[in-house]
């Protein structure tokens, strides 16, 4: 890409152009220099393009000239690291989270068991377990539907994520039972 953006009034001039010959820019679309060179200006270098199109178009050259910049720019990072900025810098990260790096194990109340139990550094866990947290959702009054069933006719509550949808767990044994009994 050659030249830079040309801007009036805080507008960039290719646009200008553009709206002053052809109107108004379509939501969602971009002016394209046709010749790359952004210092150009000219009607006849100009075209209009989606924005999906227009970084398609680009984004070779962008790859391109990154993946190019890749070895320059570790190289300059691992000299920054050994030097006394690179140093000092780590230091300064060192000392802003070594509260947290070496913080003791935390003792916390599991909200289901009500059991102790340790958790690393800076754990904000409310379970001791998979299976207490499971519990806990699994019992949350918001999460508790009442449901009519469809064999007796009888009002049943159910977690909102179970499977049975339909029967009362007496319902669902027999219907269970008959479908062993008769492979259904």
Not at 12 to 19: D, F, G, I, K
Not at 43 to 57: F, Q, R, W
Not at 148 to 173: I, M, N, P, W, Y
Request: hydrophobic fraction near 25%; include cysteine.
């Amino acid at each position: 890409m050659a030249g830079k953006y040309l801007f009036k009034h805080g507008t960039r001039v290719h646009r200008l152009v553009w709206v002053e010959r052809n109107g108004p820019i379509p939501e969602g679309c971009c002016i394209h220099h046709k010749d790359g060179n952004k210092s150009n200006n000219d009607i006849s270098n100009l075209e209009l393009m989606t924005a999906s199109s227009h970084m398609s178009h680009h984004a070779p050259d962008t790859r391109a000239g990154r993946m190019k910049g890749l070895p320059v720019m570790l190289e300059a990072a691992r000299k920054w690291h050994k030097s006394e900025e690179g140093s000092a810098w780590h230091q300064m990260q060192y000392e802003r989270t070594k509260d947290r790096l070496h913080a003791k194990d935390k003792i916390h109340v599991c909200a289901w068991c009500k059991k102790e139990y340790t958790t690393g550094r800076t754990s904000k866990t409310q379970f001791c377990s998979g299976n207490c947290k499971m519990r806990f959702r699994y019992h949350d009054p918001a999460l508790i539907e009442t449901h009519k069933c469809e064999g007796c006719g009888a009002e049943f509550t159910r977690h909102h994520d179970h499977k049975l949808k339909v029967r009362c767990a007496s319902c669902q044994k027999k219907f269970n039972r008959h479908k062993f009994a008769y492979g259904g």
